[in-house]
């Protein structure tokens, strides 16, 4: 395994409601395969996240009930490239610009500590 850090990334275009656990399978230019940690991402588990409207075009409204003092919101496009990242405070409301997004499908994603929550949204 290469000693380079590396960042890989996967979309799953139709996530199951609730509970999905993703791991990437790694095979190194000498064909050696290794396998990364097992993630759980929560897909609107029982209404945590709320994300409107949709489709948007300016401003994206995430309504959650996550409990966390500090939450990591990125949005990945379609090809698995985080577009945006930040750390937001914990409030019952986000408000998200997202005007300089391209048109297209993207998943939102909250993290607060080891969970991850998420969503899905158009850009129009």
């Known amino acids: 395994m290469s000693k380079l850090p590396s960042n ?8 199951l409601s609730g ?11 000498n064909g050696k395969t ?3 940690p097992v ?25 959650h009930t996550i409990i966390s003092k ?3 919101l990125s949005i990945t496009d ?9 750390i937001v405070n914990n409030t019952p409301t986000l408000v998200i610009d ?7 499908i993207y998943t939102l994603t909250l993290q607060a500590e ?5 969503s899905t949204f158009i850009k129009n």
């Open 39 to 63: 993630r759980l991402i929560e897909f609107e588990p029982k209404n945590n996240l709320q994300v409107y409207p949709n489709p948007t075009g300016q401003k994206l409204r995430i309504a």
């Open 98 to 104: 997202i005007q300089k997004l391209a048109r297209g």
């Open 34 to 36: 290794t396998y990364s």
């Open 8 to 15: 890989y990334g996967a979309n799953d275009l139709n996530p």
């Open 70 to 72: 500090e939450l990591v």
């Open 19 to 29: 509970n999905n656990y993703y791991r990437l399978k790694i095979i190194d230019k």
């Open 78 to 86: 379609i090809s698995g490239r985080i577009v945006q990242q930040a």
């Open 114 to 118: 080891q969970i991850i929550y998420g």
